[in-house]
């Protein structure tokens, strides 16, 4: 094969690709303009590429690859909280780095959709703004994480400023779950649409944990106003016992 025909994938391995080579969808008729290109789209990036040749369910998986090499986000034997988990590759990438499989560490998972089982995590299907879901993630994260990510999006409507607001709601919902959970020097990683609504989450943000940054990820589409932020060294307290039926969140 030709080094025409090789591509370098996120962490450096080589997969076939038809480089120069633009797809199109082979079906088309019935679809929309939008729901064409988004298809398009999707056949010519090579990171969908890549994931999928890595046995990954999405591109996301590889967006917190890169986040993780690059800030070491990830241990082994961590206890990890995944918000918005499906169709799951984020819960695939941690597993393998804090060695789930091998029996070390706690990874949770959920989501409002159903989400195919990861070897070794816990997947609840609700929503974390229930009080028993919350007792139950709480449990089974044994009162504590490490690491609370989340991946939560808002569907979009294609208006900017409501897309923003909706997004930065569930930033909201998600940082106030890592300041149950998280144990001191614990890390939060969220998605987030930057536009200046979410400034209340950044200030908290900074005052609770020792840096926070601005992330994008290379398998981020650039034209998407998809970001994340970064929030290190949580300098909360440690999560007292949360998970009896009669404490009241």
């Not at 990954?56 to 082994?76: G, N």
């Not at 690491?147 to 998600?174: E, F, K, N, P, W």
Request: with cysteine.
């Amino acid at each position: 094969m030709s080094d025409s025909q090789k591509s370098k994938g996120s962490s450096g391995r080589s997969y076939r690709g038809g480089a120069g080579i633009t797809k199109t969808p082979k079906k088309s008729r019935g679809r929309t303009e939008s729901s064409r290109r988004w298809i398009q789209r999707q056949l010519n990036d090579p990171f969908v590429a890549e994931a999928k040749a890595r046995g990954f369910r999405s591109r996301a998986a590889l967006k917190l690859e890169q986040i993780d090499q690059k800030h070491k986000i990830l241990t082994h034997n961590a206890s990890v909280l995944d918000l918005g988990c499906a169709p799951g590759g984020w819960l695939q990438y941690a597993s393998q780095k804090i060695g789930l499989t091998a029996g070390h560490g706690r990874l949770v998972g959920i989501d409002l959709l159903d989400t195919d089982p990861v070897a070794g995590a816990d997947i609840l299907k609700g929503d974390i703004n229930d009080d028993a879901m919350m007792r139950e993630i709480i449990r089974l994260l044994g009162g504590k994480a490490d690491v609370v990510m989340s991946d939560m999006a808002a569907d979009t409507t294609g208006h900017r400023s409501t897309d923003h607001l909706r997004t930065t709601a569930l930033l909201d919902i998600a940082l106030d779950m890592a300041s149950r959970v998280l144990t001191p020097g614990g890390v939060f990683l969220a998605k987030c649409f930057r536009g200046g609504a979410e400034k209340d989450a950044l200030d908290v943000m900074r005052r609770d944990f020792a840096v926070v940054r601005h992330i994008k990820p290379a398998a981020s589409r650039a034209e998407s106003v998809e970001s994340y932020v970064l929030a290190t060294g949580f300098r909360g307290e440690a999560p007292q016992d949360l998970s009896g039926d009669d404490h009241k969140l």
